[in-house]
């Protein structure tokens, strides 16, 4: 909560969010002893709002490869793309078929969406069993 506050209040613009996503996998290294490659802009500005929504997306997205995907190595990127802000979280690990998630008992890929859709983003959620996962969100780029 202390972060989300933080993004939300920040007079620095999004290159208040590089560091706060810096920081979450800095942490996730140390708590989990996980392998996680970051790629990151040096400065980005975005508005508050997506600040909050990129880090939710990029937060729940690592917690679910730390949690389920028994994975040797997690990779982090945000890109800027012409017109677009990219967020991907990619995974070497177990794989699911996401088509066989049920809404009513993994409800976070839809607040994935959900959170996404709310900036006027969207979420790709790419996986196959024993090849790993790769999450894709999408932002447009005129809300900076």
């Known amino acids: 909560r202390t972060v989300i506050r933080g993004l939300r209040e920040s007079p620095l613009g999004g290159s208040d969010l590089v560091s706060t996503i ?9 708590d ?13 500005e975005i508005p508050a709002d997506l600040q909050v929504v990129v880090y939710q997306v990029a937060r729940e997205s690592l ?10 190595t997690i ?6 793309e012409v ?5 991907e979280v990619e995974d070497n ?3 699911f078929q996401p088509e066989l998630v049920g809404s009513l008992e993994h409800f976070g ?13 969207y979420v790709e959620i790419h996986s196959e069993l024993s ?3 790769k999450v894709r969100a999408i932002f447009p780029a005129q809300n900076s």
């Open 22 to 30: 810096d920081g979450l996998v800095r942490n996730a290294r140390l």
């Open 32 to 44: 989990w002893r996980a392998k996680i490659k970051l790629e990151l802009p040096t400065r980005l």
């Open 63 to 72: 917690m679910n490869a730390l949690k389920h995907a028994e994975a040797s």
């Open 75 to 80: 990779w982090i990127r945000l890109l800027e």
């Open 83 to 87: 017109g677009e802000l990219v967020l």
């Open 93 to 95: 690990g177990v794989g």
């Open 109 to 121: 890929l839809e607040l994935l969406q959900e959170r996404a859709n709310a900036v006027g983003g």
């Open 131 to 133: 090849r790993g996962t």
